[in-house]
Each structure stands twice: as C-alpha cells, then as structure tokens.
C-alpha cells in the first residue's frame, strides 16, 4: 500500500531563508504525488503535482518540487521564504494509478516565518 | 461563491446527539469524499462516493454515514456524536476524468465539530 512520511512536524525559517519540507514515498507502482498547503482557517489548495512528466515540478507562490525515484523523495522547496508562506503542508500520493485512485495523506508540516 | 460548500462551517454538540454535515458543489464534478482532520495526524478518508450510486468506505468509516442525494450533494451524517469524533472535516471533489489520471482534489473550507 501507498504512504507518504513527512520529516518534521513543525518547520521555522526566517523570512528570505530557504525553505524546505521533506517528504518520502512508499510506493508499489509508479506514483503520482502531491503537495497541498493549509492557511489557517481554510481548506487546502493544490501546489504542485508530479504526474510522471518532468521530475521537477514547479506551482504556485514560488515553490517548486522534485522526484526522486532512487531516493523514494518528493520534497518541496523555496529559495526564499515569505512571511505569508506560513500555512500547514501536506504530501500526498495517490493510491493506485487509474480510475480508483484516492489520495494518501502526510501528517502535514507546519511552516513558521519570523520575521 | 465557493465551489465547494459545506455547512455548518462550525457545530457544538452534546454526546449522543445526531449530527449531519452537508456539502454540495458547483465544480461539476463525479467524485465526493469526505475526509477528517486532527492535529498531527493529516486527513484521513472516511467515506467516498465516485458517482450517485456508489457509496465506499474510506480508513476510518466506522461511527459515520453518509448519503450521495445527488451528483452535487454529499452529506456525513454521526448518528450518534462522541467527543473523539471532535475534528475539523472536509469535503471534497474531483472529477472522473481528471481524477483518474492525476488525483486532483478540490476542497471545501471545513467544518469544525466538537462533540461535548
């Protein structure tokens, strides 16, 4: 069965520092994997996802993500943080290919920016 | 207007009570889920529904219910409310087409439930 494993409850940078959210993957076929981000009150909005085109994945507000197949890796990265970037992260991997699949859940990382 | 929209957005309730959670959506889509939220834990599934007809346990459907009324309309339903059933829930769609090659969600705002 498919999992993801967030290294890191909690994250805290500082404004204009990099940013990065680890996740790993569990795997049994080629996966489709996903990050969400949670602001405070509201539901979560996609991202970015990788659908097996280009290992690295670019989406919204800066942050990008990259496959690594070896390293059972899909972490997520920002050059540069910004205090509105504070919001919970959440990896995500679907659970089959093709028309059953569900979304499996991290426990999500939350991101602190200081000023 | 939200395309995903669930109501109450925030529900207090005594123990035993039943309790229904709504959500209904513009996006057109086939598949609905429902899913909870608590600290430390991320989102666990606890039903889906992929067309009218189809109704499908998720990880956690034991103490819930739910109700496909229509393509638009997805209801969780506690029939009788305990407080470790206190969570934050969400609803959400994706579309048969799309979903079944990337797994797209599209979520509501939440409702938040304590359970007394």
């Known amino acids: 069965a498919q999992s993801v494993t967030q290294l890191g409850s909690h994250v805290s940078v500082s404004e204009g520092a990099l940013v990065l959210l680890r996740c790993n993957y569990s795997s049994s076929v080629p996966p489709y994997l996903f990050w969400y981000v949670q602001y405070p009150n509201q539901g979560l909005q996609l991202l970015l996802k990788?659908?097996?085109?280009?290992?690295l994945v670019k989406g919204i507000n800066g942050f990008e993500a990259e496959f690594k197949k070896s390293e059972t890796s899909f972490h997520l990265t920002k050059p540069s943080a910004h205090m509105s970037d504070a919001a919970e992260y959440f990896c995500?991997?679907?659970?089959?290919?093709?028309?059953?699949?569900?979304?499996?859940f991290g426990k999500g990382t939350k991101l602190s920016v200081k000023p | 207007d939200a395309d995903v929209t669930q109501t109450p957005r925030n529900r207090i309730t005594k123990t035993g009570k039943r309790i229904m959670l709504e959500c209904s959506q513009t996006?057109?889509?086939?598949?609905m889920y429902w899913y909870r939220q608590d600290p430390g834990l991320g989102l666990r599934l606890i039903y889906y529904s992929f067309d009218v007809k189809d109704i499908n346990k998720g990880e956690i459907s034991d103490g819930y219910s739910v109700s496909r009324q229509a393509q638009a309309k997805f209801s969780l339903s506690l029939e009788s409310a305990i407080p470790n059933q206190t969570a934050l829930y969400f609803c959400a769609t994706s579309d048969l087409h799309s979903g079944s090659i990337t797994g797209e969600l599209f979520f509501g705002e939440g409702s938040r439930l304590t359970v007394l």
């Open positions: 995500a991997v679907s659970d089959t290919r093709g028309s059953q699949g569900n979304l499996i």
């Open positions: 996006k057109g889509h086939d598949r």
């Open positions: 990788y659908t097996s085109a280009a290992t």
